[in-house]
């Protein structure tokens, strides 16, 4: 019994021993299947997070190449703002430059008309104040020496004629001449070739031959050497046909400025301007013209004056043939101007400018 149980408790203990070595190989493959299943659930875990890492990534490339081509287009766009604004900048240099060009122009002829405005307001008042003069006969002038020809008490006229010599000129001076009545031409220079023979005719049946410049221009807008230019080369056109020298000067348009004055004081030439504007290049209308050479007050035929009229109009040569018949009719003495100024003006001075010459 003893011995047996000796036996019994050495298998027991083998058994035992089994069973605690079985227990913790079990224990141990617990251990291991545990951790081997943590291992994977982590390893999934973290292929899971390298995924997300990944989507993400691409998340993140993509809103980035948006971003990128986000920030070219801003780019482009940016670049062709600047472009655009560099070209509305040149635009608006440009622009304030033409308006300060602009401004200048308008300034200078603001000056210009006011400076023209001021011309005609004194000649205006001129103009008025021969019409308050008294009438010849109740005043006759000491100082003036008229004559012989035409008496003190005379009602005088200077008809004057521009733009010419031109194809009507020739009847107008048959016309004249028809009445013994004495006209004064103010021709442009570059009509004399063309005309040489109207000219030298006229200058022969007494009629008096004033210069209108060379080309026509405004002479206020011409420098004293083109003014010069202008007239001088005139006068000589004219000198080479007539022989007699040329102390009248008709400004185109009746424009003319201290500059010209002191240029016409210098050159011996009076400057003439007109009470009488017949308008007769406007009209081109026999009756218009008559109208308004006839008109009452400062501006129509009286005592003095000087009516503006263009031989170059057939219109304006059948108004003055009226007009001729009708001045013979209320006693008026047609003279030239230098007449006209020798007997109301003694002579007038060169430099000066001379609208009338009403009686004193
Ligand atoms: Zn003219």
Redesign the pocket.
Known sequence: MKKTSKSTRGLRAALLAVCAGGVLLAAGFGFGIAGWKRAADSLAGADAQIADGRRERQKIQRTLNDTRSQLHDTQSQLTAAQDQASALEARLVQAEQRASAAESDSRRLEEEKSALQSELDQLRKKAAASSAAPSPSSSPSASSSPAPSVPDSAKLIALTF??GPGDTTARLLDELKKRGMKATFFV?GNRVGRYADTLRRAAEEGHEIGT?TYS?PNLTKLSRAEKAEEIQSSIQAIQNVTGKPVTLLRP??GSYDDDLKAYCREQNLRILYWSVDTRDWESRSKSSILTTAFQDGPYGIRDGAIVLM?DVYASTVDAAVEMMDRLQKDGYTTVTVSELLRLRCGGGAAGEVYVCAPPK
């Open positions: 521009d733009d442009v209108h026509h185109p348009g263009h």
